[in-house]
């Protein structure tokens, strides 16, 4: 179980105009489709805390306050075979609970579906991280797992 949970279980992508993100329990990582041979120094790419802009050849694809806060030092972005910008953000709340439902405040949102099955892949790797000696990946969910599951850090162990 060297692989991230992620790697082992897959991802529940959110499908946009421009390409998809999708989420961990600690990360959002957006992918931007781009024009075939797109080069570094045609990428302008600003990330802050509450706020992500990309450009592409001086063309707006995405720009706009995110859902939730993330670490802006952490943020980064990279250029995958020059048709792909993929951009990592760390969540500043790194729970199950806090399952993004759109990239953006008011863009990109899930559909209610996605979401809920962001929501329980988000709660399975809860589980793998509180759990370690377990693997979750090829687990499934019902019940109560919406907000990140039921809370047994009260319980005496």
Same mark, same amino acid.
């Given at each position: 179980?060297?692989?991230?949970?992620?790697?082992?279980?897959?991802?529940?992508?959110?499908?946009?105009?421009?390409?998809?993100?999708?989420?961990? @329990?600690?990360?959002?990582?957006?992918?931007?489709?781009?024009?075939?041979?797109?080069?570094?120094?045609?990428?302008?790419?600003?990330?802050?805390?509450?706020?992500?802009?990309?450009?592409?050849? /001086?063309?707006?694809?995405?720009?706009?306050?995110?859902?939730?806060?993330?670490?802006?030092?952490?943020?980064?972005?990279?250029?995958?075979?020059?048709?792909?910008?993929?951009?990592?953000?760390?969540?500043?709340?790194?729970?199950?609970?806090?399952?993004?439902?759109?990239? @953006?405040?008011?863009?990109?949102?899930?559909?209610?579906?996605?979401?809920?099955?962001?929501?329980?892949?988000?709660? @399975?790797?809860?589980?793998?991280?509180?759990?370690?000696?377990?693997?979750?990946?090829?687990?499934?969910?019902? /019940?109560?797992?919406?907000?990140?599951?039921?809370?047994?850090?009260? @319980?005496?162990?």
């Amino acid at each position: 179980m060297s692989a991230p949970f992620e790697e082992r279980s897959g991802v529940v992508p959110c499908g946009t105009p421009w390409g998809q993100w999708y989420q961990t @329990l600690e990360e959002v990582f957006i992918e931007v489709q781009v024009p075939p041979g797109t080069r570094a120094q045609d990428i302008q790419c600003g990330l802050q805390s509450r706020h992500v802009a990309l450009a592409v050849g /001086g063309h707006e694809i995405l720009k706009g306050k995110l859902f939730d806060s993330t670490i802006a030092d952490e943020g980064t972005w990279t250029l995958e075979d020059r048709k792909m910008v993929c951009i990592v953000l760390t969540k500043t709340k790194r729970d199950a609970a806090n399952c993004w439902t759109s990239l @953006l405040e008011s863009e990109y949102a899930a559909d209610p579906w996605v979401q809920d099955q962001m929501q329980r892949k988000l709660t @399975l790797e809860r589980f793998q991280k509180e759990n370690p000696g377990f693997d979750f990946s090829g687990a499934e969910i019902s /019940g109560n797992y919406t907000k990140g599951g039921p809370d047994f850090s009260n @319980l005496e162990k």
